[in-house]
């Protein structure tokens, strides 16, 4: 026991925070990464994430393709659709003030969801986790951890981890950061930043993608899955700041338990927690944890 | 920056000045004597929606247009202002105009505190706070006991005006809301042409500037915010009154999406654009409510192709291209 809370349901919640926080950090991240790059806040970014699960769901139902291919097949079906996007619509407002990217992602975002609404209705879909992961749940001696979840998280920790290697640490992720920094002087120099810009918002909604498909078996599958999402993660993006692909990761983790823990200790709070933090940051840290003053 | 803003395109400006005096002379004019006779037209709830929704778009206006910051948060003020004016009606007893002071007093304090911790921040960073702190709002919303949450606030009779003037008659109450939402108008037209609007613009146009000059922008844009979230919260406050209804729906996201895209359609920054605006988004909705087609999809895809290719709005291009303007 402690603070007169199970030692149990405490470490079930900071699972399930945990696995929140994993999909917080995935959106956040992939957010970053397309507004370093393209200074757009994708506000399509959670219907990018429900057309993720929806691939999945779809693929499954009537083309009998598995869990294990779909979360390779449906980031670049997804990414796919990001880049045509992105090539026929987005690239038209670079010039423009950043707040109409914001505007049309989000009439993008309304025409996806409103799309599925129609077509599969607002209640949710049941997406089975791939045999290997259903059972036995994981004993740990002083919890059970259900298989599914202890993937989630390591998947997303892998993923995010691979992303930071990408970006910091490789050739392209320096092209990348160059041209963040200097688009025309590195456009210069001879590398296709057009193109860059493409791939970036490409990457960006295939992560979404993949976060989609890891959470189909963990939430229903529905076509509002994205939207309330979506919002929690700007608080996320606000609090950890958007110059920082590691703020992005940790914020994302650590808003996931701190929502767990709120949900322990105070129920009622725990879907306004992370706007309450969010707020406190603002006010102490105007920039962010780690982000640069801009 | 690499990035670079657009800025005021280069176009004819001088061509139509003079007529166009006498044109804005005229409209405001006409547009009052079809509000005045609308009711005798059209179903007159109909024509209240559009009007408590043409006084939310143009305070919205107020804060994008004039100011240059776009929050995606006022349904908290809309909705908060219906919240506070049907309680005020229904369980204090009180009389309307007693209970819109009072939407309209409590949504201006939210908008102090919601305006005070997102104006922290600019751009891109103040639109996710206040779509995030509405958010807050909305989930406060579902769960605090005096909004009754997934039911509403359900009011009564309407009540009597002053009580004397009997509200349930359906033209002393389209009479009152016309009233009411005029008065809003006016005091939008007087604030923006005040030395207070001159200084708001100048900042939305070129902020280092107006700071160099020694004025105070973060005071200046607060005053703003405040002032977008006082009209708007009466914008609701009526809404609420019209429909003898308060629901989550006037908090929710979406309405803070609907009340973009009335300024957007009709024009960012013109004085008209809201109204106009907000008068396609409503025929176009109460259109499409029969057909079982949804709405949303319909939102969404106006929008991409306002930001695509009709930016300025159909009033901002039926304007000869202004000098100036961040946006449209």
């Given at each position: 026991m402690i603070f007169g809370v199970p030692l149990q349901a405490l470490l079930g919640q900071l699972m399930l925070g945990l696995i929140n926080g994993s999909f917080y950090a995935l959106l956040s991240l992939g957010l970053a990464v397309i507004f370093g790059l393209l200074r757009v806040i994708n506000f399509a970014h959670g219907a990018q994430f429900m057309l993720g699960a929806f691939t999945a769901l779809l693929l499954a139902k009537h083309l009998g393709i598995g869990y294990w291919f779909a979360l390779v097949l449906?980031?670049?079906?997804v990414g796919l659709f990001g880049v045509i996007i992105e090539r026929t619509m987005l690239s038209r407002l670079y010039k423009l003030d950043h707040l109409y990217g914001l505007l049309f992602t989000f009439g993008l975002a309304l025409t996806i969801e409103g799309t599925f609404r129609y077509f599969f209705g607002s209640s949710g879909l049941p997406y089975s986790a791939p045999a290997a992961l259903q059972s036995p749940p994981v004993n740990l001696?002083?919890?059970?951890?259900p298989r599914y979840r202890a993937w989630v998280i390591v998947a997303s920790l892998i993923v995010c981890l691979a992303t930071w290697v990408l970006i910091e640490k490789t050739k392209l992720g320096a092209y990348l950061r160059a041209a963040t920094e200097n688009p025309t002087l590195v456009q210069a120099f001879g590398v296709n930043v057009p193109l860059l810009l493409t791939l970036?918002?490409?990457?960006?909604?295939a992560l979404a993608a993949l976060a989609g498909v890891l959470a189909a078996p963990v939430y229903q599958v529905s076509p509002l899955m994205g939207s309330n999402l979506i919002i929690v993660v700007f608080a996320v993006v606000v609090v950890g700041g958007m110059g920082s692909i590691m703020g992005a990761i940790v914020t994302g983790y650590a808003l996931g338990l701190a929502e767990g823990l709120t949900k322990v200790f105070y129920p009622e709070a725990s879907n306004i927690v992370i706007f309450v933090i969010m707020a406190i940051v603002l006010i102490l840290r105007p920039a962010g944890l780690f982000g640069k003053e801009a | 920056m690499a990035h670079p803003t657009s800025g005021p395109a280069a176009g004819p400006q001088i061509r139509e000045i003079r007529s166009a005096g006498t044109i804005r002379m005229a409209i405001p004019l006409v547009a009052l004597a079809a509000a005045l006779i609308a009711p005798f037209w059209f179903y007159p709830i109909f024509v209240m929606k559009f009007l408590c929704f043409a006084l939310f778009a143009a305070a919205f206006n107020l804060l994008l247009g004039y100011t240059g910051l776009l929050s995606f948060g006022h349904a908290a003020f809309f909705g908060g202002g219906a919240y506070f004016t049907a309680h005020v009606v229904k369980i204090w007893g009180l009389t309307p105009e007693l209970g819109l002071i009072v939407g309209t007093l409590g949504a201006a304090a939210l908008g102090l505190v919601i305006g005070a911790i997102a104006?922290?921040?600019?751009?891109?960073?103040f639109t996710m706070i206040t779509l995030a702190l509405a958010q807050m709002f909305y989930f406060f919303c579902l769960q605090a006991p005096f909004t009754h949450g997934e039911d509403g606030l359900q009011l009564g009779p309407r009540g009597h005006l002053f009580g004397v003037i009997d509200l349930g008659q359906a033209m002393n109450l389209y009479y009152f809301v016309l009233a009411v939402v005029l008065i809003g108008m006016f005091v939008i037209w007087r604030f923006?042409?005040?030395p207070f609007g001159m200084i708001l613009r100048s900042i939305r146009d070129n902020e280092q500037r107006a700071i160099s000059l020694g004025y105070s922008v973060q005071a200046y844009k607060l005053?703003?915010?405040?002032?977008?979230?006082?009209?708007s919260g009466l914008a609701g406050g009526l809404k609420a009154l019209v429909f003898q209804l308060a629901t989550l729906t006037d908090v929710a996201w979406q309405m803070s999406g609907e009340v973009v895209l009335m300024t957007l359609i009709g024009g960012i920054g013109t004085q008209a654009g809201p109204v106009v605006g907000s008068g396609v988004f409503i025929a176009l909705q109460n259109?499409?409510?029969t057909s079982d087609f949804p709405v949303t999809i319909i939102m969404g895809v106006v929008f991409m192709v306002c930001v695509l290719v009709f930016r300025r709005g159909i009033v901002?291009?039926?304007?000869?291209?202004?000098?100036?303007?961040?946006l449209g």
């Open positions: 449906v980031p670049l079906l001696g002083f919890m059970v951890l970036t918002y490409g990457f960006g909604v | 104006l922290r921040r600019s751009g891109i960073y923006v042409n005040s005053g703003a915010f405040v002032m977008s979230a006082a009209l259109n499409l409510a901002g291009n039926s304007l000869p291209r202004a000098s100036g303007g961040r």
